[in-house]
């Protein structure tokens, strides 16, 4: 029995990806596979993989180009949000699903499809944010996710693409798993999987060794408006050559790799590396110039909101209510988020060593300890009379009784 007429079929170009082209053609009953490549800044040559879907059966190849999108409307969003999931990644796999779920269904509407398909295994969270982002924005498409049935051995998926004239992969096959994009490198598997064992130095390609840093710091001037990062150095810059930019200062000074062990979706933990030079340092500088220009309450509230919003999008829930109700918060924040942060690269390190805003909270006439000091100091004993008077009138109590 047909599982569906016409197919999209998010494609990467790998193995998983390819051998879905035959698969839902001769087991699934499939008429007709669409595949779409999105380009995402992964740095793979795009025309040999569109060629290859061809290879492999597709009967339309389509690529998209989506880099500014995924840098303007996804990364800079979890800037202002300064996401860092369980406290530390930056999501940038993550961030991509979303925006890669939302052309499959433009490409499906196109089409006429009737149903999307994905790679995905069971395992994994990218498969949930695919289904929950495709459930959301079309939740008449079917979602068919080949590799989450088909139960075979890499080996057996190998040779069952090699009936259908699938040869080796587009891409060296590597012993790790790699997802990668604008903002970064995923790294998992392979001797990954030992948790005690220290990665290999190889397995890096965007930062390098601290042994291999420059011996002179580096300081980059990070300019923000309204919560956006809009200019390196005093130069106004694109989204994408923004990043790329700050990829390549961070990561030639050791910034950016993150070695955890993390909680999936799915209840598995697993052990990743990242490399994420240029979205860690803007979220460390973008929460700075929110130190200088927020308020206190603003600050300590949207704390809660971030961590919300991290897991929002590691969940798969890019496209819910939840997280469109935080956004307008986020939003309505970012109006003074406008400001310039230097940011000292050296050895590993990217410190924030000055912050500047019009919008500046920080008041030196008010925090100076030497002349000038404008603050009421008379003032603070009222207050502390009044702030801690619950305190006192608790303890005086205890006494009592
Ligand atoms: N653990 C990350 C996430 O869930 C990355 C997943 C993809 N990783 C990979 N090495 N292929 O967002």
Redesign the pocket.
């Known amino acids: 029995m047909s599982r569906a007429n016409k197919v999209v079929l998010a494609y990467s170009g790998g193995v998983d990806t390819s051998v879905c082209i035959p698969y839902l053609k001769h087991e699934w009953g499939v008429q007709e596979v669409i595949t779409l490549a999105a380009d995402l800044g992964q740095g793979d040559e795009l025309e040999p993989i569109r060629q290859k879907a061809l290879n492999s059966g597709a009967a339309v190849s389509l690529v998209q180009d989506v880099r500014e999108e995924f840098v303007q409307d996804y990364a800079f969003a979890a800037v202002r949000a300064n996401t860092l999931y369980e406290a530390r990644?930056p999501?940038s796999?993550?961030l991509a699903r979303p925006l890669i779920a939302k052309i499959l269904v433009e490409a499906a509407r196109e089409y006429g499809a009737d149903a999307v398909a994905h790679g995905c295994t069971g395992k994994?969270?990218?498969q949930v944010r695919f289904d929950v982002s495709i459930a959301a924005l079309a939740p008449d498409l079917k979602v068919l996710a080949p590799a989450r049935e088909w139960g075979m051995s890499r080996e057996q998926t190998i040779a069952y693409g090699e009936k259908y004239g699938i040869l080796s992969p587009v891409k060296k096959s590597s012993p790790?798993?790699?997802?990668r994009n604008l903002l970064g490198r995923?790294?998992?598997?392979g001797i990954l999987e030992d948790a005690w064992q220290e990665p290999p130095e190889e397995i890096y390609l965007l930062t390098k060794a601290i042994a291999d840093t420059p011996n002179e710091p580096t300081y980059t001037d990070l300019h923000f408006e309204q919560g956006v990062p809009v200019a390196l150095d005093g130069e106004g810059l694109a989204p994408i050559a923004l990043v790329e930019k700050l990829n390549a200062i961070a990561g030639g000074n050791g910034v950016g790799r993150i070695d955890m062990v993390?909680n999936?979706l799915v209840g598995i933990k697993?052990r990743?590396i990242y490399e994420v030079p240029a979205l860690s340092v803007l979220i460390a500088a973008h929460r700075d110039l929110e130190s200088l220009t927020l308020t206190a309450d603003v600050t300590h509230y949207k704390r809660g909101i971030e961590e919300t919003y991290s897991r929002l999008i590691?969940e798969g829930l890019w496209y819910s209510p939840l997280k469109q109700a935080l956004d307008a918060f986020i939003a309505n924040t970012q109006q003074r988020v406008s400001g310039t942060v230097r940011v000292k690269f050296f050895k590993g390190n990217a410190t924030i060593v000055g912050r500047k805003s019009a919008y500046a909270l920080y008041d030196e006439s008010l925090s100076t300890y030497s002349e000038g000091d404008r603050f009421d100091h008379k003032a603070a004993e009222g207050f502390i009379y009044v702030w801690g008077l619950p305190t006192r009138l608790w303890s005086e109590k205890s006494r009592t009784i």
């Not at 790790?176 to 997802?179: A, E, H, Q, T």
């Open positions: 990644y999501l796999t993550a994994g969270n990218d790790y798993s790699i997802d995923s790294i998992e598997a993390e999936r697993s990743e590691y």
